[in-house]
Structures are given as C-alpha cells and as structure tokens.
C-alpha cells in the first residue's frame, strides 16, 4: 500500500506551528517558556521528516529494483542450466529452485537492511 507520508510529516509540522502561534499570542501557562520550545521541537522533527522521507522511500525503491533483477537473473540461469542441465530435470524444477534460492537471499539481505534502515 503506498501513502504520502510527507504529507502527513506536513499535516504534523502545521499542527505545530498552530500551536507555536497560540501560545505566542494568549501566552503560556504560568510563564513556562518550555511549551514554546515543545513547539519548536515539533516543528523542526517535521520539516526534518519532510526532508528525510522522500530519501528513505527512493533507497527502498531502488533496492527492491535491484532485488527484482537480482532474481530475474537467477532465474534466467537457472533456465540456461536446464537447457543443458541433468537429465529429467526440467525448466520449471529448476527456476522453482532458483526463486527458493533467492528468496532465501532476499530474507537475510533484508534482515540486513532493516538494521542499517534505523
């Protein structure tokens, strides 16, 4: 499911500028200037999730193109070696070990990847 998360990160940043703004114009409760830095905080995570999303979103794309064509080559192997491959064995054997294969590989390069993701 695809969603435009940067425009949730804008909704979020917006709610706290309306906030800054009317804690600016009534006042804070009983002077406590932390409540305008509570904003501002908010307001910078924003505009940081504004910038960092759309980044994270095209890394994900581009691995997941380079996964696709990692296993579109492994299955043109495999279909090369059946041609002259053992006997019996037929293409649909062996591209179906091939997609197991590199599932397997896609399962631990993603274990990977979603540490160096956080």
């Known amino acids: 499911m695809r969603t435009n998360d940067v425009r949730v990160a804008l909704a979020g940043t917006a709610a706290w500028a309306v906030a800054l703004v009317v804690l600016l114009v009534a006042g804070t409760p009983s002077g406590d200037d932390w ?20 980044r994270l ?8 193109a380079a996964r696709a064509a990692r296993r579109e080559a492994a299955v043109e192997d495999a279909v090369q070696v059946s041609e002259a491959g053992p006997a019996g ?6 591209a179906a070990e091939a997609s197991t294969t590199t599932a397997a590989s896609a399962a631990s390069e993603t274990s990977e990847t979603t540490d160096a993701d956080v």
Do not use: H
């Open 89 to 94: 064995a037929t293409r649909q054997d062996i």
């Open 57 to 64: 979103q095209a890394g994900r794309e581009r691995q997941e």
């Open 35 to 54: 409540w305008l830095w509570v904003c501002v905080t908010g307001i910078v995570t924003g505009l940081f999730g504004v910038w960092y999303i759309p």
